[in-house]
């Protein structure tokens, strides 16, 4: 059974950085494209960024392109989120998925909480 | 990018009787070439993550329950709850991944028990 544990949220400056984890187990990792999406405290659903399987290719939301970088280590199942030059607007809790069939997001983690504030 | 609109953005629905949520896409998500509405819908309980119900627009995850349908093609879609139950107290998205990136969601839809 896939399973996604998200951690290294909480409590950041503006303008410093963090670096999500998420530890994927229950599948065969090297062979998914993965993703973050985050949810802003009482709000909806926000696309962040995903890689391919290889980690040959990355894509980004335009609000955290050339701030936030996506990555993965296939040897340790990990997806990781390097966050850089923190706004307050990136507060939320950060999600790990899995890319299915189709590119649909079918397995989620519990989330990390990231609060950037001064 | 394909703009997702849901509506309402809430619904009060007594127990036992039938949800219905809308969604419409800002250009069609079907690809002509299978047939498929590349469509996701997905249900978040209170403090827990989304929960993948429906993809290509009508067929259920395992485990759903089957009073979850989904209906519809090319830019407008339904999501039925065919007897509302305590446990489907949810905010409900729907989500496009025929053109990407980005994917884009839906507002959501936050259903309650009247």
């Known amino acids: 059974q896939v399973q996604l544990v998200e951690s290294g949220g909480g409590v950041v400056q503006p303008g410093r950085s963090l670096r999500l984890s998420c530890a994927a187990s229950g599948f065969t990792f090297g062979s998914y494209a993965m993703h973050w999406v985050r949810q802003a405290p009482g709000k909806g659903l926000e696309w962040v960024a995903v890689i391919s399987y290889d980690g040959s290719n990355q894509y980004y939301a335009d609000s955290v392109k050339g701030r936030f970088t996506i990555s993965r280590d296939n040897s340790k199942n990990t997806l990781y989120l390097q966050m850089n030059s923190l706004r307050g607007d990136d507060t939320a809790v950060y999600y790990c998925?899995?890319?299915?069939?189709?590119?649909?997001?079918?397995?989620w983690g519990q989330g990390t909480l990231v609060t950037v504030s001064s | 990018d394909i703009v997702m609109t849901q509506s309402p953005d809430s619904l009060a629905v007594s127990l036992g009787e039938r949800a219905t949520i809308r969604c419409k896409s800002s250009q069609s998500v079907l690809y002509s070439s299978t047939n498929k509405n590349y469509l996701a819908w997905f249900q978040q309980k209170p403090g827990q993550p989304p929960k993948l119900l429906l993809y290509?627009?009508?067929t259920r995850e395992s485990g759903v329950p089957d009073r979850f349908s989904g209906s519809g093609s090319g830019t407008e879609f339904t999501l039925t709850i065919s007897s509302l139950q305590a446990e489907d107290v949810a905010v409900y998205y729907c989500?496009?991944?025929?053109?990407?990136?980005?994917?884009?969601f839906g507002q959501g839809t936050r259903v309650e028990i009247k």
């Open positions: 998925a899995k890319d299915g069939s189709g590119s649909r997001l079918d397995s």
């Open positions: 290509w627009a009508s």
């Open positions: 989500q496009q991944y025929y053109s990407t990136p980005p994917w884009t």
